[in-house]
């Protein structure tokens, strides 16, 4: 996210430091949530594991997301061809439930639209914030279409050396 507040992937200059960051945290979950539009955004991370970078952090990344279930939820595609993603069967709020309910690591949301669902459905846990210091200027807001007040408490932090800093940040109960 940029300093005012915009999700956008091309904003933000990831790092080394920063990928391997990715890597270990996608390390510890057992799934990641997409929706269609950035599932088929990921999908640049295939294109890594068949030419590698130069960059070794950036094909750690590619082997990590790779690796890591995917469930994606789309209206429209009726299947996907990546070998770790699965088409989700239920609608958000009784797939996300259900898979709560199961044993394992850490569920997470790739996608700013399952986000705003996810908080409307009252069904985030922690929030992981990585915050660049950048102004966009433009783009889509985080927090878009919010009407309810939604209050969270400060439970880490990190700040990467290029200035980026990652927030943790849990639902507070009013």
Same mark, same amino acid.
């Given at each position: 996210m940029?300093? #005012?507040?915009?999700?956008?992937?091309?904003?933000?200059? &990831?790092?080394?430091?920063?990928?391997?960051?990715?890597?270990e945290?996608l390390a @510890? +979950?057992?799934m990641?949530?997409?929706? $269609?539009?950035?599932? @088929? /955004?990921?999908?640049?991370?295939r294109?890594l594991?068949?030419? &590698? =970078?130069e960059?070794?952090?950036?094909n #750690?990344?590619?082997?990590a997301?790779?690796?890591?279930?995917? $469930?994606?939820?789309? $209206?429209?595609?009726?299947?996907?061809?990546?070998?770790?993603?699965?088409?989700?069967?239920?609608d958000?709020?009784?797939e996300? /439930?259900a898979?709560?309910?199961? &044993?394992?690591?850490?569920?997470?949301?790739g996608?700013? =639209?399952?986000?705003?669902?996810?908080? @409307? /459905?009252?069904?985030?846990d922690?929030?992981?914030?990585?915050l660049?210091?950048?102004?966009?200027?433009? +783009?889509? &807001?985080?927090?878009e279409?919010l009407?309810? $007040?939604?209050?969270?408490?400060?439970?880490?932090?990190?700040?990467f050396?290029?200035?980026?800093?990652l /927030?943790?940040?849990?639902?507070?109960?009013?």
């Open positions: 940029t300093l #005012d507040g915009f999700c956008d992937h091309t904003a933000g200059l &990831p790092d080394a430091e920063i990928h391997q960051h990715y890597t945290l @510890q +979950g057992d990641i949530l997409y929706g $269609r539009t950035t599932y @088929q /955004l990921m999908e640049f991370w294109t594991l068949a030419n &590698p =970078s960059e070794k952090s950036m #750690d990344v590619a082997r997301i790779d690796k890591i279930e995917k $469930r994606v939820f789309s $209206r429209t595609m009726k299947t996907v061809d990546w070998a770790s993603a699965t088409l989700a069967q239920q958000l709020h009784e996300v /439930l898979l709560k309910q199961q &044993p394992g690591r850490a569920i997470f949301v996608s700013r =639209s399952l986000i705003i669902q996810l908080l @409307q /459905l009252e069904l985030i922690e929030f992981q914030l990585c660049y210091p950048v102004v966009a200027g433009s +783009g889509l &807001p985080l927090f279409n009407n309810d $007040r939604m209050m969270f408490n400060l439970v880490n932090h990190k700040t050396t290029g200035g980026a800093l /927030l943790y940040y849990q639902p507070k109960n009013e």
